[in-house]
């Protein structure tokens, strides 16, 4: 059974202070990792996918990695605007799977100014 | 591109009543669809995935005779709660998959339907 496991469950950070959010994935074969940004009360918002090991992608503040057990979301000098849950999910290369995502429960992230 | 509408956004009703919820892709054809439910502070939890002409597939432990999809074009899902209880009440959100796209495309999210059963 596909797990995800993202750690911490919530993190504080001043503005401009960086860190990074773990997202921990055991499948039988990876077709994609994707990173989400949810706030509150909304559907979440694509932010990345992420297909083999040694993958890198950037967006503004944001970097996602990827090797073959977990992926990293890399947030450079946050700024309050970055706060929101952020999810990482898997998609799996069975067949069958109907390109379905297994989804972690997610880091809640709050940059304080 | 890619935006998904999801519609209500908000509703209160009755126990013993039924709800209905739609999900539009405005600007893409969509023959897959998937449902998910979100407990507060908990993740998304696939409950079914929609087909356009045929029928949905649900995962174990989703009543299909309690959860009704109906995707009856490419543009559109519906999702309707039946005889909705106390219990049901949750966040509520769709995706969408852009037809011809490739097969690890990302899903595009509605905003949810937050349904409390009174």
């Known amino acids: 059974e596909d797990q995800v496991t993202q750690s911490p469950e919530a993190l504080r950070l001043q503005e401009g202070e960086s860190s990074s959010l773990n997202c921990s994935y055991t499948v039988s074969g990876l077709r994609g990792l994707f990173w989400y940004r949810q706030d509150p009360g909304k559907g979440p918002e694509f932010l990345f996918t992420?297909?083999?090991a040694g993958e890198e992608k950037e967006k503004e503040r944001l970097k996602a990695t990827l090797t073959k057990k977990e992926s990293f979301l890399h947030i450079t000098a946050p700024k309050p605007e970055d706060s929101a849950t952020y999810l990482c999910a898997v998609q799996e290369s069975k067949s069958g799977s109907a390109r379905q995502l297994t989804f972690g429960s997610g880091t809640q992230l709050t940059v304080l100014p | 591109g890619a935006v998904v509408s999801q519609h209500p956004s908000w509703v209160i009703c009755k126990s013993g009543t039924s709800v209905k919820i739609e999900c539009r892709s405005l600007d893409f054809q969509a023959t897959t669809m998937f449902w998910y439910r979100q407990f507060p502070k908990q993740s998304l939890m696939l409950m079914a995935t929609s087909n356009e002409g045929s029928k949905a597939t649900y995962e174990q432990g989703v009543e299909k005779d309690k959860f009704l999809i109906n995707h009856a074009s490419l543009t559109l899902s519906t999702l309707t709660v039946t005889s909705a209880h106390p219990e049901d009440s949750s966040f509520y959100i769709c995706s969408a998959l852009r037809d011809g796209g490739f097969s690890n495309q990302p899903q595009h999210f509605g905003d949810g339907t937050r349904l409390s059963i009174l």
């Open positions: 992420l297909y083999s």
